[in-house]
Nanobody
Framework: VQLQASGGGLVQPGGSLRLSCAVS????????IGWFRQAPGKGREEVSC???????AYADSVKDRFTISRDNAKNMVFLQMNTLKPEDTAVYYC????????????????WGQGTQVTVSS
């Protein structure tokens, strides 16, 4: 199982980025995919998740700014991030879990390498 996050970069406050998570080795339609982030010196934080029935959850800190979506045919999950703030700066990771309806990172089995998002002027 492999997950690869991409799409990070440097963006000014108020800007947007779209992260992608390419998934292989599992049937994406049967799995929940979560997005998580870790800022320097801080613990891992849940961001968003989408399960196999398209149930979606967001952390309060990103609600109304971030949108998660999936394309099962392309084995891809996306995180559209708008109105970015400096506090969104972190390494963003995607992870997969079978049969899970949860945004809690501990419930996820497979993790990819992260992509750096830096929000700064």
């Amino acid at each position: 199982v492999q997950l690869q996050a991409s799409g990070g970069g440097l963006v000014q406050p108020g800007g947007s980025l779209r992260l992608s998570c390419a998934v292989s080795g599992i049937t994406l339609a049967n799995n929940a995919i979560g997005w998580f982030r870790q800022a320097p010196g801080k613990g891992r934080e849940e961001v968003s998740c989408i399960d196999s029935s398209d149930w979606i959850a967001y952390a309060d800190s990103v609600k109304d700014r971030f949108t998660i979506s999936r394309d099962n045919a392309k084995n891809m999950v996306f995180l559209q991030m708008n109105t970015l703030k400096p506090e969104d700066t972190a390494v963003y990771y995607c992870a997969a879990a079978y049969g899970v309806k949860s945004i809690i990172g501990g419930n996820y089995d497979y993790w990819g390498q992260g992509t750096q998002v830096t929000v700064s002027s």
